[in-house]
């Protein structure tokens, strides 16, 4: 991971506004990485706050896997996801999906302001960070 980190912003419907506030709060640090969110919350995020956002599709809309896929290729160091834990979407799977490859894949994520605050502040958002991989393929067993 170098100094400027490529972060993914994305917000469930009834988190969005969370998120933006989190966003707010925090635009002079996210200024200084490069960032990318599912559709709406990209295009609120770049409406209301006025920080530049690439944007992915919608989740629903393959947005979520479009995002794994950009994990996957090294393009993503660091996931901010506000998911609603009280409503059920009708792309669960897709979610799912997204937060097995960022924990495979070693991705530093935040759920929810808490843990969003700790990671956004922690003194190796300044720094390069060599991110360990863990090689799974060699711990899955071989077949005869």
Known sequence: M??????VLIAHDNRKEDLLDWVKYN???LSKHHLSATGTTGKLIHEQIGLPVFRFISGPLGGDQQIGSK??????????FFWDPLSAQPHDPDVK???RIAVLYNIPMACNRSSADFLISSPLMETEYNRQLIDYGSRIPAKN
């Open 2 to 7: 170098e100094i400027t980190k490529k972060i």
């Open 71 to 80: 994990i996957v290729e090294d393009g993503i160091d660091f996931m901010v």
């Open 27 to 29: 635009k002079g640090t």
């Open 97 to 99: 999906a997204l937060l």
